[in-house]
């Protein structure tokens, strides 16, 4: 009869046990030599193991936590007007609905504004540049019946001082037409209601002046060359001057000064007439590029936006009917989209990175000025004028912009957000206190019954918990809807479901 094997001990898991040897190991030393001591094996121990999972877990975010723990029903308990005196639920309510009408406007009024900005065509003014010197120290300055002659011994008396001015037109008027400072007597004499509708226009008018647009908010360089000629051999004659606009941080308010000009004023010197070239780089966003000859000729344009550039190339397609019918990410190029794409059909995806190689930057405006220095010029000096044409924003878009980047709608969004989570907190002590006045009504009722049904059902929430739950839950297992069946009895509820699992899942039924 064979023998049954011995059974190994059930140590607890995490607990040390000794090293165990396979019965063909011999014993060191010989059946008779000494035995070496064997030591058990070295295990964690699991305070040692969870101490060192907690320590390799991410750290629980408390915030996070709070957050997720804090009421954010907002609505009223139904059936809570019976309870309350008054017309408060009804007020409530109401303002409930004009709240929702309310964020619903807002939010729809200001994805309508970001649309308008994302699509606001720019408007085109003229910007006019006038060009004046004066000077200063010139010979012919020295003595009126003396012939304008240059003085050897110090060729560098003589100097001249330019000025570059430039105003929209339609903001400012002509600043080389003085102003009349001339007042009448009878407007000295006027009545107090004209002057004070007099200071108040005067003033608007002095707000829009300090709005508009300014020279230096059209341009992002201005550089001023000198053409070299004999009499000027100093460097600091005939090195350029240059302005770059300096780089704003988006969200800082603060302007720099040398950010914000409507002109420019420098002086040199010289005895004769010197010529100078002002060149203006633009700066526009978007950016306009010029086109070449091939994707001006579909555009009907000359310069573009890289935006502009592919909604035209797209309405140019669609105008063609180019898409594919089964893809129509695919287009069949004509012989105008052939010469740009140098292939049959293309991938729309792959069209901008194609036009890039067909745009180059925009030419500066050059912008060219004598500067004369001769007596003659000077008896009636008359500015150099030139007349740009200037993209601007639509007088709206500031005040919209202001709308959607407004501090305030911030920090009334934080404001709104406490005071709902102070509206939550009432709402479910409200409904503490209606679960409360039920609970209290029926008691006071029928005490001796509502204390019994109570009981058992606590019972029974007990046992549905536990899995000891037995048909019933430990009450009369005889009523009808225990005895019908079908998918709305009492046996296809989640409770009843569960029960079976926590009773089948008992390790006595199971190893029955």
């Known amino acids: 009869m064979a023998m049954n094997a011995p059974m190994q001990p059930n140590f607890p898991r995490g607990y040390p046990q000794g090293a165990q040897r396979s019965p063909a190991t011999p014993r060191r030393g010989g059946p008779g030599g000494p035995v070496m001591p ?21 750290p629980v975010n408390e915030a996070a936590i709070r957050r997720s723990r804090k009421p954010t029903d907002k609505n009223i308990p139904e059936d809570i007007e019976d309870l309350v005196i008054g017309d408060g639920v009804q007020e409530y309510k109401k303002l409930r609905e004009l709240e929702k009408r309310l964020d619903s406007s807002m939010v729809r009024k200001r994805l309508d504004i970001q649309d308008s900005l994302s699509r606001t065509v720019k408007r085109y003014q003229t910007l006019r540049i006038w060009i004046s010197n004066t000077v200063e120290g010139q010979p012919w300055q020295k003595g009126e019946n003396e012939e304008p002659q240059a003085d050897p011994a110090n060729p560098g008396s003589g100097r ?4 570059i001015e ?45 709005s508009r647009q300014r020279l230096s908010h059209f341009f992002k360089s201005i550089t001023i060359d000198f053409d ?32 914000e000009f409507d002109s420019i004023q420098f002086s040199r010197g010289a005895q004769e007439n010197v010529n100078i070239t002002v060149s203006l780089i633009r700066d526009e966003a978007p950016e306009r590029f010029k086109l070449n000859k091939d994707l001006a000729e579909i555009l009907d344009v000359e310069e573009e936006s890289r ?103 911030a920090a009334s969004l934080r404001q709104i957000g406490v005071l709902d989570d102070q509206l939550a907190l009432i709402i479910q002590a409200t ?48 009523g009808p809807e225990f005895r019908r069946g079908g998918t709305d009895s009492a046996w296809n509820a989640p409770v009843a479901r569960e029960a079976v699992r926590y009773m089948l899942a008992k390790p006595d039924r199971a190893r029955r």
């Not at 409360?436 to 005490?447: C, E, I, N, V, W």
């Open 38 to 58: 064997m030591h058990p094996q070295q295990v964690a121990h699991p305070q040692y193991l969870q101490a060192t999972a907690q320590q390799r877990m991410p």
């Open 160 to 163: 001249y001082k330019v000025r």
């Open 166 to 210: 430039g105003r929209l037109l339609d903001d400012y008027t002509d600043p080389t037409v003085p102003a009349d400072d001339s007042d009448d007597e009878e407007e000295k004499d006027a009545d107090a209601m004209q002057e004070d509708d007099k200071n108040t226009a005067d003033s608007k008018r002095s707000k829009q002046q300090r």
């Open 228 to 259: 070299k000629t004999p009499n000027l051999k100093k460097v600091e004659d005939v090195s350029p001057i240059v302005w770059e606009k300096p780089q704003v941080p988006p969200n800082s308010g603060a302007v720099p000064e040398n950010a």
């Open 307 to 409: 935006s502009g550039i592919i909604l035209g190339i797209w309405d140019y397609i669609r105008a063609m009917g180019l898409q594919e019918d089964h893809e129509k990410r695919q287009v069949r190029c004509d012989h105008r989209l052939r010469k740009i794409f140098g292939r049959d059909i293309i991938f729309f995806p792959q069209i901008p990175e194609i036009v890039n190689t067909h745009t180059t930057p925009l030419e500066p405006i050059k912008l060219p000025y004598t500067i004369r220095v001769d007596q003659s010029f000077h008896e009636d000096p008359t500015p150099t004028t030139y007349d740009i044409r200037v993209a601007v924003d639509d007088p709206l878009r500031q005040k919209m912009l202001a709308l959607t980047s407004n501090h305030q709608y």
């Open 431 to 478: 409904m503490h206190s209606k679960a409360r006045h039920a609970f209290y009504t029926a008691l006071s009722k029928d005490p001796a019954t509502f204390i019994r049904r109570w009981l058992n059902s606590q019972r029974r929430d007990l046992e549905t918990i536990l899995g000891e739950a037995t048909r019933g839950g430990g009450e009369d297992g005889s």
